[in-house]
T-cell receptor
Framework: DGGITQSPKYLFRKEGQNVTLSCEQNLNHDAMYWYRQDPGQGLRLIYYSQIVNDFQKGDIAEGYSVSREKKESFPLTVTSAQKNPTAFYLC??????????????FGNGTRLTVT | AQSVAQPEDQVNVAEGNPLTVKCTYSVSGNPYLFWYVQYPNRGLQFLLKYITGDNLVKGSYGFEAEFNKSQTSFHLKKPSALVSDSALYFCAVRDWGNYQLIWGAGTKLIIKP
């Protein structure tokens, strides 16, 4: 079955450590996204990529970094500069990039806890 | 400023009754509107979208949504609720500045047997 795989499901880190969240898709989608979800808030866009080797900052990119070396992979690194990293992180992909009407396909998320 | 509002944090409905989850939007240009559902500790799943055409849009799992341009609303509806419909529902609209989605805060739908 085609889909998006996020790993790990749960991740625990000490404050001051960088951590990388994995996102892989086999849907052959050009566009990929990282969102952060906090209780009582909508999704907030961290980074997005419309094509391999290119990505753009979203609304809350500070303290995060990404790479897009392969079409199917879009890893997110949460750096020690992120002030409040504990959250639920969602990766998504879509087939039409910037054309606007293609729905997003989501992974099942990674819950990151930093203590 | 472009925005999406879901005015109800939680909606409670008895099983078998009709349900409505409200969404209003503010966007410059034609609105592209979406509804997604999220079950606990899972990613979001696409339910339906409005791009153009009929104001009543039908989607997955028996859900439909009505686009109302004059009221700038896109309410999600279902004629007869199931306990399994209990979940978190998100409305979103396309931002024509960067082509990304603007999300509502979500509405928790609880269907009681």
């Amino acid at each position: 079955d085609g889909g998006i795989t996020q790993s790990p499901k749960y991740l625990f880190r000490k404050e001051g450590q960088n951590v990388t969240l994995s996102c892989e898709q086999n849907l052959n989608h050009d566009a990929m996204y990282w969102y952060r979800q906090d209780p009582g808030q909508g999704l907030r866009l961290i980074y997005y990529s419309q094509i391999v080797n290119d990505f753009q900052k979203g609304d809350i990119a500070e303290g995060y970094s990404v790479s897009r070396e392969k079409k199917e992979s879009f890893p997110l690194t949460v750096t020690s500069a992120q002030k409040n990293p504990t959250a639920f992180y969602l990766c998504a992909s879509s087939g039409q990039g910037a054309q606007g009407n293609s729905p997003l396909h989501f992974g099942n998320g990674t819950r990151l806890t930093v203590t | 400023a472009q925005s999406v509002a879901q005015p109800e944090d939680q909606v409670n409905v008895a099983e078998g009754n009709p349900l409505t989850v409200k969404c209003t939007y503010s966007v410059s240009g034609n609105p592209y509107l979406f509804w997604y559902v999220q079950y606990p500790n899972r990613g979001l799943q696409f339910l339906l979208k409005y791009i153009t055409g009929d104001n009543l849009v039908k989607g997955s799992y028996g859900f439909e949504a009505e686009f109302n341009k004059s009221q700038t609303s896109f309410h999600l509806k279902k004629p007869s609720a199931l306990v399994s419909d209990s979940a978190l529902y998100f409305c979103a609209v396309r931002d024509w500045g960067n082509y990304q989605l603007i999300w509502g805060a979500g509405t928790k739908l609880i269907i009681k047997p």
